[in-house]
């Protein structure tokens, strides 16, 4: 099982970035899936999540609006576009799986939003 996450870097205030993470060793189409972060000192959180269909998302109060999580099944493959972005999304994201008590998570990715 493999959660690879990418699309991280540094970026300014305002710009925006597409993470990916592209999941392989289990059927990924039975799985719901969710973005989570972690900052700095900070417990980790989740950002969004997408039903197993794609059917079905939620969101953080802080990033509704401007982040949108969506999936591609026949690439097994979720991702999570990030608009207006501001310091306070600097953070590690990191991908999850789960379906009933069965659960992946991916390694992480570093967003920097910095002038």
């Known amino acids: 099982v493999q959660l690879v996450e990418s699309g991280g870097g540094l970026v300014q205030p305002g710009g925006s970035l597409r993470l990916s993470c592209a999941a392989s060793g289990f059927t990924f189409s039975a799985y719901a899936a969710s973005w989570y972060r972690q900052a700095p000192g900070k417990e980790r959180e989740k950002v969004a999540g997408?039903?197993?269909?794609?059917?079905?998302?939620n969101y953080a109060d802080s990033v509704k609006g401007r982040f949108t999580i969506s999936r591609d099944n026949a690439k097994n493959t979720v991702y999570l576009q990030m608009n207006s972005l501001q310091p306070d999304d600097t953070a590690v994201y990191y991908c999850n799986v789960r379906r009933f008590d069965r659960a992946y998570w991916g390694k992480g990715i570093l967003v920097t939003v910095s002038s």
């Open positions: 997408i039903s197993s269909a794609g059917s079905g998302t």
